[in-house]
């Protein structure tokens, strides 16, 4: 079955300098990816999702994410972050049946 | 967007105790909903897929006598975790696909945190 790795679980930084949390899947057949987000307080939400085409994919809030097939990796990014930012950022991967297995999450903390 | 609800967002309870956290869907029409639980530092772990009109679907190491899973109707589904024990405690989050979208557009609810003493 797929899954997906997420290292580092906390991350702090500072306000405006970059961001960017790793996700590696173990499948390697065709691919889909999702990054979600949850803001404290608030409900998990869908961030980005690569299913194929541009491996460059485009989310809200400013961050991407690229699809590298070579190294089994969907890395999310965000070159300058803001303290709305801080949030647990979870990569996931389709297991069928519109279920979802999940990493085990990054914590994030920006200061202001 | 769809909004998913859940209900308590937060209960304790004693040892023994059952308790049911209910997991609505809004706006629309859910014949499958999902519950997961997510302990402090973890990812959230898939436990089953509730389904409208029918059994639940279990997966590998989910107890089913102990979470009980009823999906009464399109927009109700409830789960009730039987003779709680501390080693229940967690946070349970439900979501659901709304009808004939794709993997990417579930809704998740807010989560509750159940604790037993």
């Known amino acids: 079955a797929q899954s997906v790795s997420q290292h580092n679980h906390h991350v702090i930084l500072s306000e405006a300098a970059s961001l960017e949390l790793g996700c590696n899947y173990s499948y390697g057949g065709t691919v889909n990816l999702f990054w979600y987000v949850q803001y404290p307080g608030q409900h998990l939400q869908l961030l980005l999702k690569?299913?194929?085409?541009?491996?460059l994919v485009k989310g809200i809030k400013g961050f991407e994410a690229e699809f590298i097939k070579s190294k089994f990796s969907f890395n999310l990014r965000k070159p300058s972050v803001q303290w709305s930012d801080t949030a647990e950022y979870f990569c996931a991967v389709p297991r069928g049946n519109n279920r979802l297995a999940f990493g085990k999450g990054n914590q994030v903390v920006v200061i202001p | 967007g769809a909004v998913v609800s859940q209900h308590p967002s937060r209960v304790i309870c004693k040892s023994g105790t059952s308790v049911k956290i209910e997991c609505r869907s809004l706006?629309?029409?859910?014949?499958?909903m999902f519950w997961y639980r997510q302990f402090p530092k973890q990812s959230l772990m898939l436990m089953a897929t509730s389904n409208e009109g029918s059994k639940a679907t279990y997966e590998q190491g989910v107890e089913k006598d102990k979470f009980l899973i009823n999906h009464a109707s399109l927009t109700l589904s409830t789960l009730t975790v039987t003779s709680a024990h501390p080693e229940d405690s967690s946070f349970y989050i439900c979501?659901?696909?709304?009808?004939?979208?794709?993997?990417?557009?579930?809704?998740f609810g807010p989560g509750t945190r159940l604790t037993v003493l």
């Open positions: 979501s659901a696909p709304p009808p004939g979208g794709v993997t990417d557009t579930q809704y």
């Open positions: 706006d629309f029409q859910a014949t499958t």
């Open positions: 690569y299913f194929s085409g541009d491996p």
